[in-house]
């Protein structure tokens, strides 16, 4: 049977296992994918043994860097993200290296959420690698403008200036804006502290603004709480972009692009109950 793994340290709670085997079942492919731990001190060596034998990997935290010197070819997407979250064994044995965060969470946005990205004004927060996987796949919708504002403005000022050749893009802090956008993404891992990033309640517009956070949990994360007393027009967390990305690495190595509508809510159900 072709194998498949997510490599990762920790590992033990992702939902890539549960993802990938919901879509190889839905689509009746034959094939195993299981939860890899690497060793933080040689990821290369853990994913070159595993690539003996097998198809295809995701790789996430802290590996996506590694993935991407590891691989010898890459996606424009991935040379953009200077980052690997899906690597893919070719025919002639060669590892193609690419990023299907953007391409997940633009999906995720536009079709399971059916918000056009095309003319709006974007916000992002943080600048970390998170926001460098999204960029390209996002400017490539054509939004009117996409702002980064992180708390070290200078990591906005690098990342802007990285991804000024493919549209309108600004840093920011996040005390310098106050104009209502239609669109903030959480890239930041404030969460995770029980945090909300500090920008300004005006920036949300009551009823319309859409206010989107990678991260996701079994309960509504700081920023999604946030936003909903705010009166955000709609309130999203990144369980979807999750989904996408990963049936974007299984379309990669598959050929068939599974129905995530009944995954996600499979899986939204397990992560609830
Ligand atoms: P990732 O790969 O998930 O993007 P990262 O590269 O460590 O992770 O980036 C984390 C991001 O979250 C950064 O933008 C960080 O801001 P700094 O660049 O100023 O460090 C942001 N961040 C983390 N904790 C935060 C907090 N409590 N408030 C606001 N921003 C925070």
Redesign the pocket.
Known sequence: MDRYVVFGNPIAHSKSPVLQRLFAEQTGQSMQYDALLAPLDDFAGCASAFFQEGRGANVTVPFKEDAYRLANSLTPRAQRAGAVNTLSKQADGTLLGDNTDGAGLVRDLTVNAGFSLKGKRILIL??????RGVLEPMLAESPASVTIA???VD?AEVLAELFSDLGPVAASGFDWLHEPVDLIIN????SL?G?V?PIASSLIEPGQTLCYDMMYGKEPTPFCVWATEQGAGQVMDGLGMLAEQAAEAFYLWRGVRPDTAPVLAEVRRLLFT
């Open positions: 943080g600048a970390g690698g998170a926001v992180n708390r070290t990591k890239a930041t891992s404030a502290a945090e990033p």
